[in-house]
C-alpha cells in the first residue's frame, strides 16, 4: 500500500490499515460516528497522533458562512473524513476535496465502511 509517489504514502497506509481492522472487526452496516470512535481507538492502539472533528470557518469573500468538521486530522499532515455508505459518490469525493481546500492541506483520505469491504481513495488538493 505504500507508493511513493504519493505524498505521506507510509502515512496514509498506516491510516487504511487501522480503517482495514476496524472494518475487518465490525464489518459494514452501523452509522458513520461507530466507525469514527472505533478508527480513533484503534490509531491509538497503533500510535497514530490525531485530532477529531477539529472545526474549521468556512467564508465566502471574508463573510463567515458558518463551520465544517472533518472526522480526523492526522499527524498535522492529513485530513481524514469518513462515510457508511453502501456506495461512494462523486460528490463524496468533491465534499473531501473542499474540506482539503478549506483546511489548506495538501493530503486527504476519503474512507468508506458501508460497503462489504472497505473503499478508500486518496485525495489531493494540487491549490496548496
Do not use: W
Not at 20 to 44: C, D, P, S, T, W
Amino acid at each position: 500500500m505504500v507508493d511513493e509517489k504519493y505524498k505521506y504514502s507510509e502515512l496514509t497506509a498506516k491510516i487504511i490499515g487501522c480503517a482495514m481492522e476496524v472494518h475487518k472487526i465490525l464489518g459494514n452496516g452501523f452509522q458513520e460516528v461507530i466507525y469514527q470512535r472505533a478508527l480513533a481507538i484503534e490509531m491509538e492502539m497503533q500510535g497514530v497522533r490525531f485530532q477529531r472533528e477539529f472545526e474549521i470557518p468556512i467564508f465566502y469573500k471574508d463573510h463567515p458562512l458558518g463551520t465544517r468538521r472533518a472526522d480526523f486530522f492526522v499527524e498535522e499532515k492529513v485530513m481524514v473524513e469518513l462515510k457508511a455508505l453502501i456506495k461512494m459518490e462523486d460528490d463524496h469525493l468533491a465534499q473531501a476535496i473542499n474540506y482539503l481546500e478549506a483546511y489548506k492541506m495538501e493530503v486527504g483520505l476519503l474512507i468508506n465502511f458501508g460497503s462489504k469491504s472497505l473503499q478508500f481513495k486518496r485525495v489531493m488538493n494540487t491549490k496548496v
